[in-house]
């Protein structure tokens, strides 16, 4: 009976020992878990309130580019209606020519400065269009009905280019640039060259 009754008392000795191990290897395993846990918080957000945290409040943010939109007298059909800043080709060109002469090409007006760019081409038709009616073309006539528009003489040029006369206005803010013959009066303007401080295009190149 002795024997018994201590082979009872060690077996129960026994599974309180192993019950006590697991546990404890329980409580280690989801103390793991938890500290995994700890690292899932993606950054810029707080989990308890699901909104950004301080280390996102803290990066900088982009400027925008600058939006065209519709200018007075234009409908909205024929207003660009993407950022500016956008265009491009799609895929570079096959020889470097359209790159190393890129700084010839004029920059596009955008937002207000665009609006105003087709103010100044209209007020500037119009001015011209009494020397195409009357036959009255010439390099001093242009130059005279530029500057009539409050142009400074030294900010407008205007020279032969038969059977047409070609001009140029530095408008300070934009330039304008175009000709006129007794067909047809064209006028377009823009922001300037790449590299260029005024409204001729820069001589040098890449």
Known sequence: ???????GHDGRMAMTRNTGARIGLLSIAALSLLT?????ERPG?????GTPSRAAAAEPSRPSAPVDFPCPGESPST????AAGTSGPATPPSDHYAENHGFRDPLPLHG???CDGIAAVKRIKNALEPLRTHNDISADSTRRALTALGYPAAKVESYAVDPSVGFLVDGSALCIEGK???HF???NA????PDGTDCKPPRGGH
Not at 79 to 82: I, Q, R, S, T
């Open 36 to 40: 995994a846990g700890c690292g899932t």
């Open 112 to 114: 207000q400065r665009r």
């Open 180 to 182: 006129v013959n007794p």
């Open 1 to 7: 009976m002795t024997g018994i009754r201590n082979a």
């Open 185 to 187: 009066i064209e006028a």
């Open 79 to 82: 207003a660009p209606a993407h």
């Open 190 to 193: 823009f922001a300037g060259y």
């Open 45 to 49: 957000h707080d989990i308890a309130a």
